[in-house]
């Protein structure tokens, strides 16, 4: 999918895609302002506790590190948002560091995917959608399962297109 042109990684999305990159761009985006709890799972994965064993100095750590990286993954989703095309299909050309960006955001749907997913090490991909398949194929954890998977797909193409 993306490849190395002119000093830039270039991918063609169709309009799908497009949507589903919105989507979860934006849904991270939304967790990480309207919607950011401590006690929501997915925020503990994005902001796992420094010091799992002293609650204090964690949380003296997250007073003065937690706006600045909330921030930035706020940033590297709007990195995705910015590049894509408005409506349709298309052509996305990326600098080395907005490409570095997608990689950040991509993980950090991926984790975000993965905890609402119940996605552990181990997993099998595969036999997880699979399963689903043939639970019932129109299910939203079909969908959410594919999502995770093209997420995983997409990130590994850009990643090898940086190292290339």
């Known amino acids: 999918m993306f490849h190395r042109q002119a000093g830039r990684y270039v991918a063609t999305f169709a309009v799908d895609e497009v949507r589903v990159l919105r989507k979860v761009a934006s849904e991270v985006v939304g967790l990480l302002t309207d ?3 401590h006690t929501d ?30 921030t930035a993954k706020i940033d590297q989703a709007g990195a995705i948002l910015a590049a894509l095309p408005e ?5 996305v050309r990326l600098d080395a560091e907005a490409a570095e960006a997608w990689l950040r955001a991509l993980n950090d749907a991926r984790l975000a995917m993965g905890v609402r997913l119940e996605i552990k090490d181990g997993t099998d991909l ?20 594919s999502v995770y998977a093209y997420l995983g797909y997409l990130q590994e193409s850009l990643l090898n297109a940086l190292i290339d």
């Open 35 to 37: 919607g950011f709890d």
């Open 87 to 91: 409506e349709a299909g298309g052509e």
């Open 126 to 145: 595969g036999e997880e959608l699979d399963d689903a398949v043939a639970e019932d194929p129109g299910s939203s954890r079909v969908f959410q399962l």
């Open 41 to 70: 799972p997915v925020v503990g994965r994005l902001f796992p506790a420094v010091y799992p064993d002293d609650a204090a100095t964690t949380a003296e750590f997250r007073r003065y590190t937690e706006g600045d990286l909330k």
